[in-house]
Protein backbone atom coordinates (compact mmCIF):
# COMPACT_ATOMS: atom_id res chain seq x y z
CA UNK A 1 0.00 0.00 0.00
CA UNK A 2 1.11 3.49 -0.95
CA UNK A 3 1.26 6.42 1.30
CA UNK A 4 -1.46 8.06 -0.68
CA UNK A 5 -3.26 5.10 -0.72
CA UNK A 6 -2.81 4.81 3.19
CA UNK A 7 -3.91 8.76 3.48
CA UNK A 8 -6.86 8.63 1.71
CA UNK A 9 -8.01 5.54 3.65
CA UNK A 10 -7.48 7.18 6.78
CA UNK A 11 -9.02 10.51 6.02
CA UNK A 12 -12.01 8.40 4.99
CA UNK A 13 -12.75 6.07 8.05
CA UNK A 14 -10.98 8.55 10.70
CA UNK A 15 -14.68 10.12 11.78
CA UNK A 16 -16.12 6.67 12.34
CA UNK A 17 -12.90 5.62 14.28
CA UNK A 18 -13.19 8.78 16.73
CA UNK A 19 -17.36 9.09 17.20
CA UNK A 20 -15.93 4.84 18.67
CA UNK A 21 -13.51 5.61 20.78
CA UNK A 22 -15.16 8.51 22.27
CA UNK A 23 -17.78 6.34 23.14
CA UNK A 24 -15.38 3.97 24.88
CA UNK A 25 -12.70 6.72 26.57
CA UNK A 26 -14.06 10.23 26.46
CA UNK A 27 -12.81 13.11 23.72
CA UNK A 28 -9.05 13.60 25.00
CA UNK A 29 -8.29 9.69 26.13
CA UNK A 30 -10.43 8.67 22.58
CA UNK A 31 -8.33 10.72 20.17
CA UNK A 32 -5.02 9.22 21.84
CA UNK A 33 -6.42 5.60 20.80
CA UNK A 34 -7.48 6.57 17.34
CA UNK A 35 -3.99 7.84 16.97
CA UNK A 36 -2.54 4.64 18.38
CA UNK A 37 -4.79 2.63 16.19
CA UNK A 38 -3.45 4.64 12.76
CA UNK A 39 0.08 4.33 13.90
CA UNK A 40 -0.59 0.22 14.06
CA UNK A 41 -1.90 0.52 11.02
CA UNK A 42 0.72 2.37 9.23
CA UNK A 43 2.99 -0.09 10.71
CA UNK A 44 0.88 -2.91 8.69
CA UNK A 45 0.90 -0.92 5.93
CA UNK A 46 3.01 -3.65 3.40
CA UNK A 47 0.04 -6.06 4.19
CA UNK A 48 -3.05 -3.81 3.78
CA UNK A 49 -5.36 -3.89 1.70
CA UNK A 50 -8.41 -1.18 1.29
CA UNK A 51 -10.89 -1.05 2.78
CA UNK A 52 -9.01 -1.83 6.05
CA UNK A 53 -12.12 0.32 8.14
CA UNK A 54 -12.74 -3.30 9.90
CA UNK A 55 -9.58 -4.06 10.45
CA UNK A 56 -9.24 -0.72 12.07
CA UNK A 57 -11.92 -0.41 14.13
CA UNK A 58 -11.09 -3.56 15.92
CA UNK A 59 -7.67 -2.86 17.04
CA UNK A 60 -9.34 0.42 18.58
CA UNK A 61 -11.81 -1.60 19.91
CA UNK A 62 -9.56 -3.52 21.57
CA UNK A 63 -7.45 -0.86 22.39
CA UNK A 64 -9.93 1.13 24.26
CA UNK A 65 -10.92 -1.85 26.05
CA UNK A 66 -7.24 -2.65 27.37
CA UNK A 67 -7.10 1.36 27.97
CA UNK A 68 -10.37 0.78 30.60
CA UNK A 69 -9.22 -2.49 32.24
CA UNK A 70 -5.77 -0.65 33.09
CA UNK A 71 -7.94 2.25 35.11
CA UNK A 72 -8.65 1.00 38.42
CA UNK A 73 -12.46 2.27 38.35
CA UNK A 74 -13.85 1.01 42.17
CA UNK A 75 -16.50 2.33 44.43
CA UNK A 76 -17.16 2.78 48.05
CA UNK A 77 -19.51 0.53 49.22
CA UNK A 78 -20.75 -0.03 53.14
CA UNK A 79 -18.19 1.79 54.67
CA UNK A 80 -15.08 0.34 52.58
CA UNK A 81 -12.51 3.06 51.24
CA UNK A 82 -11.58 2.03 47.81
CA UNK A 83 -10.25 4.23 45.51
CA UNK A 84 -11.51 5.89 42.30
CA UNK A 85 -10.10 7.74 39.32
CA UNK A 86 -11.10 11.14 39.42
CA UNK A 87 -11.94 11.84 35.78
CA UNK A 88 -14.40 8.47 36.43
CA UNK A 89 -15.70 9.96 40.25
CA UNK A 90 -18.58 11.44 38.72
CA UNK A 91 -20.02 8.93 36.54
CA UNK A 92 -19.81 6.26 39.33
CA UNK A 93 -21.27 8.77 41.84
CA UNK A 94 -24.14 8.88 39.24
CA UNK A 95 -24.51 5.36 38.92
CA UNK A 96 -24.18 4.29 42.42
CA UNK A 97 -27.53 6.94 43.03
CA UNK A 98 -29.40 5.29 40.23
CA UNK A 99 -28.50 1.58 41.72
CA UNK A 100 -29.95 2.75 45.01
CA UNK A 101 -32.99 3.46 42.98
CA UNK A 102 -33.59 -0.12 41.69
CA UNK A 103 -35.68 -2.80 43.73
CA UNK A 104 -33.81 -4.26 46.57
CA UNK A 105 -33.91 -7.81 44.76
CA UNK A 106 -31.79 -5.96 41.48
CA UNK A 107 -29.87 -3.86 43.56
CA UNK A 108 -28.20 -6.95 45.72
CA UNK A 109 -27.89 -8.82 42.40
CA UNK A 110 -26.00 -5.88 40.41
CA UNK A 111 -23.86 -5.45 43.40
CA UNK A 112 -23.14 -9.10 44.02
CA UNK A 113 -22.32 -9.84 40.56
CA UNK A 114 -20.99 -6.76 39.24
CA UNK A 115 -18.99 -4.71 42.16
CA UNK A 116 -18.13 -8.07 44.10
CA UNK A 117 -17.19 -9.91 40.89
CA UNK A 118 -19.35 -13.33 41.99
CA UNK A 119 -20.09 -15.93 39.51
CA UNK A 120 -23.75 -16.45 38.59
CA UNK A 121 -23.83 -19.65 40.46
CA UNK A 122 -22.33 -18.12 43.65
CA UNK A 123 -24.78 -15.90 43.15
CA UNK A 124 -27.52 -18.13 42.59
CA UNK A 125 -26.37 -20.24 45.85
CA UNK A 126 -26.21 -17.08 48.14
CA UNK A 127 -29.85 -15.58 47.35
CA UNK A 128 -31.35 -19.27 47.05
CA UNK A 129 -32.59 -18.73 43.46
CA UNK A 130 -32.04 -20.44 40.71
CA UNK A 131 -29.64 -19.57 38.21
CA UNK A 132 -31.70 -18.63 35.06
CA UNK A 133 -33.98 -16.23 37.94
CA UNK A 134 -30.37 -15.00 38.90
CA UNK A 135 -29.90 -13.63 35.05
CA UNK A 136 -33.46 -12.33 34.44
CA UNK A 137 -33.25 -10.16 37.48
CA UNK A 138 -29.80 -9.10 35.88
CA UNK A 139 -31.03 -8.60 33.15
CA UNK A 140 -33.62 -6.08 34.66
CA UNK A 141 -31.67 -4.27 36.84
CA UNK A 142 -29.30 -4.00 33.81
CA UNK A 143 -32.22 -2.58 32.11
CA UNK A 144 -33.84 -0.58 34.16
CA UNK A 145 -30.46 1.36 34.45
CA UNK A 146 -29.58 2.00 30.73
CA UNK A 147 -33.15 3.45 30.73
CA UNK A 148 -32.45 5.60 33.95
CA UNK A 149 -29.46 7.01 32.42
CA UNK A 150 -31.08 7.13 28.88
CA UNK A 151 -33.62 9.74 30.66
CA UNK A 152 -30.70 11.49 32.28
CA UNK A 153 -28.86 12.34 29.30
CA UNK A 154 -32.70 13.77 27.62
CA UNK A 155 -32.73 15.87 30.32
CA UNK A 156 -29.17 17.34 30.83
Known amino acids: MTIEEYQQEVKRIRPGLCRTAIRYLGEADGEDAVEVTLVRLWQMADDLRTPFNALAQTLLRNHCIDVLRRRHITVALDGHD ?11 ETMMKLIKLLPPMQ ?4 QLRHINGME ?9 MKEPAVRKCLSRARQALRTMML ?3 KEA
Not at 82 to 92: F, L, M
Open 151 to 153: KMM
Open 82 to 92: IAVDEEQDQRV
Open 107 to 110: QTVL
Open 120 to 128: MAQVAQLMG
